[in-house]
Structure formats: C-alpha cells, structure tokens
C-alpha cells in the first residue's frame, strides 16, 4: 500500500519568523503524533531555519519550495541543496506553475532539480499540470507525458517511487474550485500510465501522485476517493491550522479505511 501524504505550501504569504513557527507549532498541536499519513510543510524560503527548529521531534517534515539546479558554485542568489540538508530538510518542491511562468524555469532545469534532489536522498515534489482545461484525454496525456519525460530525463527506474508527482492543473491554481473530481481522477490514472509506459509496471504502482490546486475541506473527500490519488499538496485553504486537521483526517479515512 501507498502511504498517503498531505503536503502544504504557505508560498510567501507568511514570511516573519513568529508567524511562521507559531503556525507550524499549531499544526505539531493539531496532527499530534499522526504517523500513518505523511506530512511535510513547504515554509517561505526566508523562514526555513526557524521552522526545522520548530518542527523538530515532531511527526512533521518539511522542505525548501525551490532549490538551485546546483549543489554548490557561483550561482548568486540561488538556495543550494546542501544549506536545505543542513537545516534537516527531507523534500524539495520543484517545476511549480509560478516557478514557471513568472521565473521562466525551465524543464531542462526542473530536470536538474529532480536529478540533483534524488542523487542527495531527498523527495522532490515535482509538479505537472496542463495549462489550460483539456477535455480530451489524447490530449492531456500527451502533454503530461512531455511534461513527465522531460522532467524524468535518464533518472533511473530505481529511483522513480521516491519521486511525488504533485498534479496541479495551472488552470485550477488559486481559484474558488478545484477542478472536477472526475477530471482529477482520470487524470491521475493517465499518469500512472504513462509512468507504467516509460519506466514498468512496479514503478507505476509505487510512485505517489497528490493533487493541488485549490484543495479545501470542502472537496477533499471527492477528491481522494480515488485508488490513484495518494493524497493532496494544500495551499491557501489550509493556513488555517483546524482547517488543514480536517483535511488531513479526511485523507487518512479515505485512505486507510
């Protein structure tokens, strides 16, 4: 079995030290010692430290929200890998939508990343998702599929169940809803397939694929009602930390019932 995960990003809406580690803080207080889902939290990248100290000793990881395609060099006002080991992180978000279009990260980069995140024992948390809504499914999967291979490059098979595949429609990004369960569902099936295609059978079945993309406690449980949705990548509806409780519940009975 899969373990679930549920996985959040605050993005640099909380960016001083006390509001960041009084938030994460809540979070320890709320999960308690809740080990059957994993659970890792993406602070703004000013407030790292602070955070792996609040979160230490708890059932809580976290990680950086974007890291240099470089473990080390004269790359001015990059995060390197090692300075994110340093603090204790265990995961790296890479090849997010804003990522993307606001820094025109490349997928040659985000294939870096991933390379670099895997070659030094870390999760990367690497995020696809079509532009626009694509109603049909040739379509969708064709542009996951150059969005996965690129991004993959020549990584190893043995290394693919480590990796999170982060769905994230860019179209469903910030808004009210989350896109159709139905889509989000055969989305993640055309993933998995395509995973199944590229690598084996065994890769496909043990590689996580969460959804983000406006995820509440309000759509969570049709969401993840879904043998190939392994949980969700949180963001604004989740600040809240009663709010983030109910999801994380929601998942782990869907999941684990």
Known sequence: MRKPVVGISYKTYVNTIDKATALVKALTEVTENEKEVEKFVFPSLGVVY????????????????????????????EVSIESIIDMGGTY??????ERQ???HETLDMIHLKTKLTLEKG?????CIGEGEQLNNKSERKQVLKEQIHASFGEIDASFIE????AYEPVWAI?????????YVHQTH?????????????????????????????????????HNDVDGVFIG????DPANYKQILDTVKQIKLK
């Open 101 to 103: 279009s606001i820094f």
């Open 92 to 97: 790296v978000e890479i090849g997010h939508a």
């Open 162 to 165: 480590k990796i999170i595949l």
């Open 236 to 239: 604004r509806f989740g600040h």
């Open 122 to 126: 870390l999760t990367p948390v690497l």
């Open 50 to 77: 602070p955070v792996a100290q609040a979160l230490r000793g708890s059932e809580i990881a976290f990680g950086a929200q974007n890291i240099s395609p470089y473990e080390n060099g004269a790359y001015t006002g």
């Open 189 to 225: 099936e055309l993933i998995r397939e395509i995973v199944k295609e590229t690598y084996n059978a065994k890769s496909a079945e043990a590689v996580r694929i969460i959804y983000g993309g406006s995820v509440s406690k309000d759509n969570v449980f049709e969401i993840t009602t």
């Open 174 to 182: 910030g808004k009210a809803e989350a896109a159709d369960a139905a």
